[in-house]
């Protein structure tokens, strides 16, 4: 079994700034990507963005593209989630999933709130 932990969430102004990162642990599990998706209140969970765990490769929804940045710590099995240049249509519950050959896996959330 994987357990996902986030953290980073809070309430930021509109152009503001917030890193969210998420840490897996478990026994005996093979990581082939991790990223994030979003539930923006009243929508549906949408992707926001993936890193494929060996080579690297960055993936983002045409939303974030520029502005929120991923990347991740192999050693440490963590994820992370810069973002940058917030704006109030990023306000959403933060979810960060783990694949692996078998399974995905998902963290509790994190809220993340942005003011105009």
């Known amino acids: 079994q994987v357990q996902l932990v986030e953290s980073g969430g809070g309430l930021v102004q509109a152009g503001g700034s917030l890193r969210l990162s998420c840490a897996a642990s478990?026994?005996?599990?093979?990581?082939?990507?991790m990223g994030w998706f979003r539930r923006p209140p009243g929508k549906e969970r949408e992707f926001v963005a993936g890193?494929?765990?060996?080579?690297?490769?960055?993936y983002y929804a045409d939303s974030v593209k520029g502005r929120f940045s991923i990347s991740r710590d192999n050693a440490k099995n963590t994820v992370y989630l810069q973002m940058n240049s917030l704006k109030p249509e990023d306000t959403a519950v933060y979810y960060c999933?783990?694949?692996?050959?078998?399974?995905?896996?998902w963290g509790q959330g994190t809220q993340v709130t942005v003011s105009s």
């Open positions: 478990g026994r005996s599990f093979s990581i082939v990507g």
């Open positions: 890193i494929n765990w060996s080579a690297g490769n960055t």
């Open positions: 999933f783990l694949v692996t050959t078998y399974n995905t896996y």
